[in-house]
């Protein structure tokens, strides 16, 4: 199951982790790098990768910082999740940056650090 929250094409390089992402509290919005030391993906940057994580956590106002992440050009290319939450979707959709949910399997078998495709007009939605 691959399901489409926002349309779009891009390549680029995995950026996995096992933590549901809280945007507005773990993000710094001007450079896009994991700011909060419990995350695994602590002091990375999300900026240019394919962010790949479970689900967005925290206040609404995630949306905003996923819209300012694109203002600053700091955002990922593209996120893929297991599951669609109003925060991310909607911020996904304001800063257009494509969004996919996909089954848990599917994301079980996505390496961190690998180039993975995603083009949501094509019939198998991601190539990795």
């Keep these: 199951m691959t399901k489409v929250i926002v349309q779009g094409k891009v390549k680029g390089i995995v950026l996995k982790s096992a933590n549901p992402i809280n945007f507005l509290g773990a993000v710094d919005k001007e450079t896009g790098i994991i700011h909060d030391q419990k995350y695994d993906i602590f002091e990375k940057s999300i900026k240019d990768s394919i962010l790949v994580f479970p689900h967005g956590i925290g206040s609404s106002v995630g949306a905003y ?9 700091s955002a990922p290319l593209a996120m893929i999740c297991k599951k669609a939450d109003l925060t991310v979707a909607s911020g996904c959709a304001l800063a257009n940056i494509p969004m996919v949910v996909i089954s848990s399997e599917k994301f079980d078998s996505i390496e961190n650090g690998k180039e993975i495709k995603i083009d949501t007009e094509s019939t198998s939605i991601l190539d990795f």
Excluded at 65 to 73: A, C, D
């Design 65 to 73: 910082t996923i819209y300012s992440l694109r203002n600053n050009e």
